[in-house]
């Protein structure tokens, strides 16, 4: 006990003192004074009783005394600053003795109502004075040790001996001589007996009646890479107790517990369910490192699952208050958990733990699984939380906690103990008072300083087993403890388990709304964040379309403007970057606060669905940021639809990717190491900053285009985008069609009759079967190849001289004809495009000619093995698209197949 808390007692008890006139003071200094010399040190009793002394002289004065009625507001005043400055146990102490004391002295009218007001003012049940007093008055002889002990508070209980044969920490107890014991307390028996607090809990009769199940284990085995972290055990765990998992570090405990939990599934074993009701039970498992969402306060978390969970809100509402009233921090509902870094922010490490297994009881768990719940925390914290455990017992749950080096206090709260030694072995389960001395007796110890009655300490036991890690063989402590383990729970390999534990089956649409939800919830508390990611790509693209504006006159014209290919490679490059950036982190931010809801619901198809809509909204408004100005600025205005499309998508395909990535990687730092990885090849198999064809020939073999540039985003972007600028711009759309007939009709005239011309004068048969598979119409009256080859060259003569005529009439009908080119095509662009194809405008091979002059102006039909780059359309399954519409589809084609291969990530890893 405390100074405050004594001196708050003697300030009390003398204001109830000079109100009872009827009785001299010196009783009460009498009775006081007996009180401080039975349980305050002697060098303090006498500063105290001055205290009192001098509390007796100042409130009897008549002033006095009429101030300190009931109603007065200097004794409302007194007592509010008493409950401020006393913590609730100190308060119920304070209460407790000022009761005893009163009964020693005698009640009085205004004692009685005294005692109300003071319990009033300490928040302490209205009810408990009489409980106390009934309590004290039995006088009953040969009462069971059950019937003299009434529990008052998670730290306090009152114990009234019936014999005059018990000890209090070595003190001895009078016959029916109340006495409070709190959580240090030892009481021992006649016989030798020691009863610690815990067990005095246990016996106080509060449990309610629920129903009976076991949680068993049987020949569980857990295994990593060949080594074995929890050796072949089996164990039975009841209903309405508090369990210890306790072992050195390392020694297995969180393994079991992952194992009981199910986090780790490749373990041989069953674990399942004794009992006699038919139906399923749940684990929760609250995990040593807690999992929290930065910038949520503690309210919202429990919002969060309660919406998680699909509860109605009047039920959310209801839980979510009465769990905060048990765990004790409705008063920190406001308060932040933790910061961006997951370091502390409004709340203690003791309120975070409270948190932690407030959120897991919103599930209603049968079993409850805490890893090392009391690490980091103060003595005070720690016990609290201890205290919170062991009254979940009393609603029926199991609760198994692992702890590291526990106190004395926390030690005995639990109801048995299972100890693991180094290597995972099980070498004792049962109560926690008796296992120092099985180990000794097992040991043959015979030394005074392994007492553990004497030292009370419970590192003894692991200091026991410590001693013995030298000897690794059979015949050591721990083989001998882990051989008597097993035979004495053999018996449990005959049980039939249930093991049908109950999983939370959720509403599949209710649970996608929700991770939705939840998403822009999170994003929207990180403002900063969410800000730069839209804010960034417009200064971006603003940046890039000013320093890339150029014109060779005064006059701005997007025609002389030579940047125009490089300002669509970066804003494409922007696109993928910004996608990859913004969601890169995804999974990894917050990865143990959604795997803890999978194990809850393991549906994972909504989250994965509800996160890859969030980023593609996200692209959506990232790119229309990027594009809309930088278009407007360069003068391309007139294809703002065509770029957001293409960048867009690209953006999505970042946003995919980058997701993908934090689902297979563990850090963030490994996701941003890779971004140059992923954006270089972009850039290299665009085909816009280097031609295909001056790739490496090692590389490149035959091929005009790569195999694996097919499967770069990047190659269909740049040449959708490239095409869709230079043919869908408003002025060469027109001439497009007119030009296609053009220039065929140049080809053949001018390209593949002169020759096949020169080919006939070494291999005349094959120029036969190329005109025979190529212009079978030109050969119906074969003559010879040369009557053969003049036709066709007549034929396309004047068909190229026809299109040149419609071309001028079509120039010519254009409204600014000229000022429409400057405005609308760009001579870069240009450039880009006829360029591609410059060198050897035919080939042939194997009977075949291969066209590759004026590619933008003809029709590909796609085949891996003669891909062209920069044609006008493309032809797949006889179905004939421009080359901006194909390359779209197969862009939004790489979309859908990088989100049904984040699903088969998900589906592989879960199923892990």
């Given at each position: 006990?405390?100074?405050?808390?004594?001196?708050?007692?003697?300030?009390?008890?003398?204001?109830?003192?000079?109100?009872?006139?009827?009785?001299?003071?010196?009783?009460?200094?009498?009775?006081?004074?007996?009180?401080?010399?039975?349980?305050?040190?002697?060098?303090?009793?006498?500063?105290?009783?001055?205290?009192?002394?001098?509390?007796?002289?100042?409130?009897?004065?008549?002033?006095?005394?009429?101030?300190?009625?009931?109603?007065?507001?200097?004794?409302?005043?007194?007592?509010?600053?008493?409950?401020?400055?006393?913590?609730?146990?100190?308060?119920?102490?304070?209460?407790?003795?000022?009761?005893?004391?009163?009964?020693?002295?005698?009640?009085?009218?205004?004692?009685?109502?005294?005692?109300?007001?003071?319990?009033?003012?300490?928040?302490?049940?209205?009810?408990?004075?009489?409980?106390?007093?009934?309590?004290?008055?039995n006088?009953?002889?040969?009462?069971?040790?059950?019937?003299?002990?009434?529990?008052?508070?998670?730290?306090?209980?009152?114990?009234?001996?019936?014999?005059?044969?018990?000890?209090?920490?070595?003190?001895?107890?009078?016959?029916?001589?109340?006495?409070?014991?709190?959580?240090?307390?030892?009481?021992?028996?006649?016989e030798?007996?020691?009863?610690?607090?815990?067990?005095?809990?246990?016996?106080?009769?509060?449990?309610?009646?629920?129903?009976?199940?076991?949680?068993?284990?049987?020949?569980?085995?857990?295994?990593?890479?060949?080594?074995?972290?929890?050796?072949k055990?089996?164990v039975?765990?009841?209903?309405?107790?508090?369990?210890?998992?306790?072992?050195?570090?390392?020694?297995?405990?969180?393994?079991?517990?992952?194992?009981?939990?199910?986090?780790?599934?490749k373990?041989?074993?069953?674990?399942?369910?004794?009992?006699?009701?038919?139906?399923?039970?749940?684990?929760?498992?609250?995990?040593?490192?807690?999992?929290?969402v930065?910038?949520?306060s503690?309210?919202?978390?429990?919002y969060?699952?309660?919406?998680?969970?699909?509860?109605?809100?009047?039920?959310?509402?209801?839980?979510?208050?009465?769990?905060?009233?048990?765990?004790?921090?409705?008063?920190?509902?406001?308060?932040?958990?933790?910061?961006?870094?997951?370091?502390?922010?409004?709340?203690?490490?003791?309120?975070?733990?409270?948190l932690?297994?407030?959120?897991?009881?919103?599930?209603?768990?049968?079993?409850?699984?805490?890893?090392?719940?009391?690490?980091?925390?103060?003595?005070?914290?720690a016990?609290?939380?201890?205290?919170?455990l062991?009254?979940?017992?009393?609603?029926?749950?199991?609760?198994?906690?692992?702890?590291?080096?526990?106190?004395?206090?926390?030690?005995?709260?639990?109801?048995?103990?299972?100890?693991?030694?180094?290597?995972?072995?099980?070498?004792?389960?049962?109560?926690?008072?008796?296992?120092?001395?099985?180990?000794?007796?097992?040991?043959?110890r015979?030394?005074?300083?392994?007492?553990?009655?004497?030292?009370?300490?419970?590192?003894?036991?692991?200091?026991?087993?410590?001693?013995?890690?030298?000897k690794?063989?059979?015949?050591?402590?721990?083989?001998?403890?882990?051989?008597?383990?097993?035979?004495?729970?053999?018996s449990?390999?005959?049980?039939?388990?249930?093991?049908n534990?109950?999983?939370?089956?959720?509403?599949?649409?209710?649970?996608?709304?929700?991770?939705?939800?939840?998403?822009?919830?999170?994003?929207?508390?990180?403002?900063?964040?969410?800000l730069?990611m839209?804010?960034?790509?417009?200064?971006?693209?603003?940046?890039?379309?000013?320093?890339?504006?150029?014109?060779?006159?005064?006059?701005?014209?997007?025609?002389?403007?030579?940047?125009?290919?490089?300002?669509?490679?970066?804003?494409?490059t922007?696109?993928?970057?910004?996608?990859?950036?913004?969601?890169?982190?995804?999974?990894?931010?917050?990865?143990?606060y959604?795997?803890?809801?999978?194990?809850?619901?393991?549906?994972?198809?909504?989250?994965?669905?509800?996160?890859?809509?969030?980023?593609?909204?996200?692209?959506?408004?990232?790119?229309?940021?990027?594009?809309?100005?930088?278009?407007?600025?360069?003068?391309?205005?007139f294809?703002?639809?065509?770029?957001?499309?293409?960048?867009?998508?690209?953006c999505?395909?970042?946003?995919?990717?980058?997701?993908?990535?934090?689902?297979?990687?563990?850090t963030?730092?490994m996701?941003?190491?890779?971004?140059?990885?992923?954006?270089?090849?972009?850039?290299?198999?665009?085909?816009?900053?280097?031609?295909?064809?001056?790739?490496?020939?090692?590389?490149?073999?035959?091929?005009?285009?790569?195999?694996?540039?097919?499967?770069?985003?990047?190659?269909?972007?740049?040449?959708?985008?490239?095409?869709?600028?230079?043919?869908?711009?408003?002025?060469?759309?027109?001439?497009?069609?007119?030009?296609?007939?053009l220039?065929?009709?140049?080809?053949?005239?001018?390209?593949?009759?002169?020759?096949?011309?020169?080919?006939?004068?070494?291999?005349?048969?094959?120029?036969?079967?190329?005109?025979?598979?190529?212009?079978?119409?030109?050969?119906?009256?074969?003559?010879n190849?040369?009557?053969?080859?003049?036709n066709?060259?007549?034929?396309?003569?004047?068909?190229?001289?026809?299109?040149?005529?419609?071309?001028?009439?079509?120039?010519?009908?254009?409204?600014?004809?000229?000022?429409?080119?400057?405005?609308?095509?760009?001579?870069?662009?240009?450039?880009?495009?006829?360029?591609?194809?410059?060198?050897?405008?035919?080939?042939?091979?194997?009977?075949?000619?291969?066209?590759?002059?004026?590619?933008?102006?003809?029709?590909?039909?796609?085949?891996?093995?003669?891909?062209?780059?920069?044609?006008?359309?493309?032809?797949?399954?006889?179905?004939?698209?421009?080359?901006?519409?194909f390359?779209?589809?197969?862009?939004?084609?790489?979309?859908?197949?990088?989100?049904?291969?984040?699903?088969?990530?998900?589906?592989?890893?879960?199923?892990?």
């Open positions: 006990m405390k100074r405050d808390s004594i001196l708050a007692l003697a300030e009390l008890f003398a204001i109830v003192a000079n109100k009872n006139l009827k009785i001299d003071n010196k009783l009460y200094l009498d009775v006081f004074t007996n009180f401080l010399t039975s349980v305050v040190e002697e060098s303090y009793v006498k500063d105290i009783l001055k205290f009192f002394s001098d509390n007796l002289a100042e409130s009897a004065t008549g002033d006095n005394l009429k101030k300190l009625s009931l109603n007065s507001v200097k004794l409302i005043a007194k007592l509010e600053k008493l409950k401020s400055s006393l913590s609730s146990c100190e308060r119920y102490f304070v209460f407790l003795h000022l009761i005893i004391l009163n009964n020693k002295t005698g009640y009085t009218e205004y004692s009685e109502a005294f005692l109300d007001e003071v319990a009033h003012s300490f928040e302490i049940e209205q009810d408990l004075k009489t409980k106390i007093r009934t309590f004290i008055e006088n009953e002889e040969n009462r069971e040790l059950a019937d003299s002990i009434l529990f008052v508070h998670d730290e306090l209980i009152l114990f009234l001996p019936s014999i005059d044969t018990y000890l209090h920490n070595g003190k001895k107890l009078a016959k029916n001589e109340v006495c409070v014991l709190d959580k240090d307390s030892i009481v021992t028996d006649f030798g007996k020691n009863y610690f607090f815990s067990e005095f809990r246990a016996l106080c009769g509060n449990s309610e009646e629920n129903e009976k199940f076991s949680l068993v284990v049987k020949n569980l085995e857990y295994k990593i890479k060949n080594k074995t972290l929890v050796q055990t089996s039975k765990f009841d209903s309405s107790q508090l369990i210890g998992i306790v072992g050195n570090s390392g020694s297995g405990k969180t393994s079991f517990l992952k194992c009981l939990a199910g986090f780790e599934t373990y041989s074993g069953e674990v399942g369910f004794v009992s006699d009701v038919d139906k399923n039970f749940n684990l929760a498992f609250v995990q040593q490192e807690n999992s929290f930065p910038k949520l503690v309210e919202e978390h429990l969060e699952r309660a919406k998680f969970l699909q509860y109605d809100k009047q039920k959310s509402h209801e839980k979510i208050n009465e769990i905060l009233e048990f765990v004790n921090i409705s008063e920190q509902r406001d308060n932040l958990v933790c910061k961006t870094d997951f370091s502390l922010d409004q709340i203690s490490g003791g309120q975070q733990k409270r932690a297994i407030a959120t897991e009881l919103l599930v209603n768990p049968s079993v409850l699984l805490l890893d090392e719940p009391t690490s980091g925390l103060s003595s005070e914290d016990y609290d939380i201890m205290a919170k062991k009254q979940l017992t009393k609603q029926g749950k199991l609760v198994i906690a692992s702890i590291h080096q526990p106190e004395l206090d926390l030690f005995l709260m639990f109801d048995k103990i299972l100890v693991f030694d180094d290597g995972g072995y099980t070498v004792y389960f049962g109560k926690p008072q008796d296992a120092v001395e099985y180990v000794r007796k097992i040991d043959e015979i030394d005074r300083k392994t007492v553990f009655t004497l030292s009370k300490r419970p590192s003894i036991l692991l200091n026991l087993l410590k001693e013995n890690k030298a690794n063989n059979k015949e050591s402590l721990k083989h001998k403890l882990y051989s008597i383990f097993i035979n004495e729970n053999k449990l390999e005959d049980l039939d388990l249930k093991t534990v109950q999983t939370n089956r959720l509403n599949g649409l209710r649970s996608f709304l929700y991770y939705l939800r939840f998403g822009f919830f999170v994003d929207f508390k990180h403002k900063l964040r969410l730069l839209l804010v960034l790509p417009l200064i971006a693209g603003v940046l890039l379309s000013l320093v890339t504006r150029y014109s060779y006159g005064e006059t701005y014209q997007y025609f002389y403007n030579p940047n125009i290919p490089v300002w669509l490679l970066i804003v494409l922007i696109a993928v970057f910004v996608g990859l950036v913004s969601s890169g982190h995804e999974f990894i931010y917050l990865r143990k959604i795997n803890n809801k999978y194990k809850i619901s393991p549906n994972y198809l909504p989250h994965v669905l509800a996160v890859s809509l969030r980023y593609v909204i996200y692209s959506f408004i990232q790119t229309l940021a990027l594009v809309l100005p930088s278009v407007f600025i360069v003068g391309a205005g294809h703002f639809a065509d770029m957001f499309l293409f960048s867009f998508l690209m999505v395909w970042g946003s995919l990717f980058g997701l993908l990535l934090s689902y297979l990687l563990k963030n730092l996701v941003y190491l890779l971004i140059p990885l992923i954006i270089i090849p972009q850039l290299v198999y665009s085909g816009a900053l280097i031609r295909f064809s001056e790739f490496n020939k090692n590389k490149n073999s035959e091929r005009e285009i790569p195999v694996v540039a097919s499967l770069i985003p990047m190659r269909w972007a740049a040449e959708g985008v490239i095409y869709n600028l230079y043919a869908e711009n408003p002025y060469y759309s027109k001439l497009y069609e007119n030009r296609c007939e220039y065929e009709a140049s080809y053949f005239a001018d390209i593949y009759v002169p020759e096949l011309m020169e080919l006939k004068k070494t291999d005349s048969l094959q120029v036969y079967e190329i005109l025979k598979n190529e212009q079978i119409e030109f050969i119906e009256n074969f003559v190849i040369d009557n053969s080859l003049s066709i060259e007549q034929y396309y003569k004047v068909i190229k001289q026809n299109c040149l005529q419609k071309e001028d009439s079509i120039i010519t009908a254009m409204p600014n004809g000229s000022e429409a080119k400057l405005k609308y095509s760009n001579q870069a662009i240009s450039n880009i495009v006829n360029y591609v194809n410059k060198g050897n405008f035919i080939a042939i091979k194997n009977a075949k000619t291969c066209r590759n002059f004026k590619n933008i102006y003809s029709n590909n039909n796609l085949q891996i093995e003669n891909e062209k780059y920069m044609v006008g359309s493309k032809s797949l399954c006889n179905i004939t698209l421009k080359t901006g519409q390359n779209l589809l197969v862009l939004i084609a790489l979309d859908v197949f990088l989100f049904f291969l984040l699903v088969v990530v998900a589906t592989l890893k879960r199923s892990r």
